[in-house]
């Protein structure tokens, strides 16, 4: 859609962040996209922007997420991924989901960009429940604390240690799993292409991270922004130089290995 001219008319990039679980650990399965109001024209050279307050008709997104979704229950059920699922059952269950609208939520980020990647920032390293969350446990119990949205305070909420457990590892990803997805700009195969492509458009600073190739040495050379960076080479050895990526904290004491106290 973004790539129709009668919408926006422009590659768009975005990344998806998977948010499993509720604040009392039931299994509700969703994707938080993080999408910038935006994307390269055509030529590749131009950053076309959305309108004011509008990126693209959400209705048009429902039907055809709701399509997609459809199309991809019913490649399922031909694979033989549903089980007994009867093809029946199945006929009578999409012509029910089509019969129902279904809801594709935009918004702008209420506090800005930042805000928004900071509150992601919980999901996409830590577990379903956080330590502080806990209040008491014995061996037959486990208690701990919860925020009710509809209600707006906190509660507290108690539960069998089979069941605490059965929720806990509903959250557990199957391995390789892959809990944070990027597309389109942002996909690992071209990001470190188009990501330098999306600034000079957007006439913004060049991130460290993304280095533009040096400028030409005359007017009359030309150098392509897509064009792989050449690594940086000790002048004795000739050789490729590390570079200093990031500075690691000292882990607090109970993070570390057991011989590191010795």
């Given at each position: 859609m973004a790539a129709n001219p009668r919408f926006l008319g422009a590659r768009i990039g975005f990344f998806a962040v998977l948010h499993t679980w509720g604040q009392t650990l039931v299994h509700h399965p969703h994707l938080h996209c993080v999408v910038p109001a935006g994307g390269?024209?055509?030529d590749r050279r131009t950053w076309v922007a959305c309108k004011r307050g509008f990126f693209l008709p959400v209705r048009v997104l429902s039907r055809i997420f709701r399509a997609r979704d459809l199309d991809g229950l019913r490649d399922a059920h031909r694979r033989g991924l549903l089980g007994e699922f009867a093809a029946v059952e199945l006929d009578d269950l999409v012509t029910r989901c089509l019969q129902k609208p279904w809801v594709v939520f935009a918004k702008p980020p209420f506090h800005g960009a930042d805000a928004v990647l900071t509150y992601l920032a919980r999901y996409t390293h830590r577990v379903a429940?956080?330590?502080?969350?806990?209040?008491?446990?014995?061996?037959?119990?486990?208690?701990?604390?919860?925020?009710?949205?509809?209600?707006?305070?906190?509660?507290?909420?108690?539960?069998?240690?089979?069941?605490?457990a059965r929720r806990f590892l509903l959250h557990v990803l199957p391995r390789g799993f892959v809990r944070i997805r990027y597309y389109g700009l942002l996909a690992h195969g071209c990001r470190r292409r188009m990501l330098p492509r999306c600034r000079l458009a957007l006439e913004t600073p060049v991130d460290h991270a993304d280095p533009l190739p040096a400028p030409p040495a005359s007017p009359d050379q030309f150098v392509d922004p897509l064009l792989p960076v050449p690594p940086r080479l000790c002048p004795a050895c000739?050789?490729?130089?590390?570079?200093?990526?990031?500075?690691?904290?000292?882990?607090?004491?109970?993070?570390?290995?057991p011989h590191a106290h010795r």
């Open positions: 390269l024209a055509p429940i956080s330590n502080h969350r806990l209040v008491s446990l014995d061996d037959q119990r486990v208690r701990f604390r919860f925020k009710d949205y509809r209600g707006r305070r906190v509660r507290h909420q108690q539960l069998p240690l089979a069941e605490f000739k050789k490729t130089m590390l570079a200093c990526v990031q500075i690691l904290e000292r882990p607090p004491p109970f993070l570390r290995a």
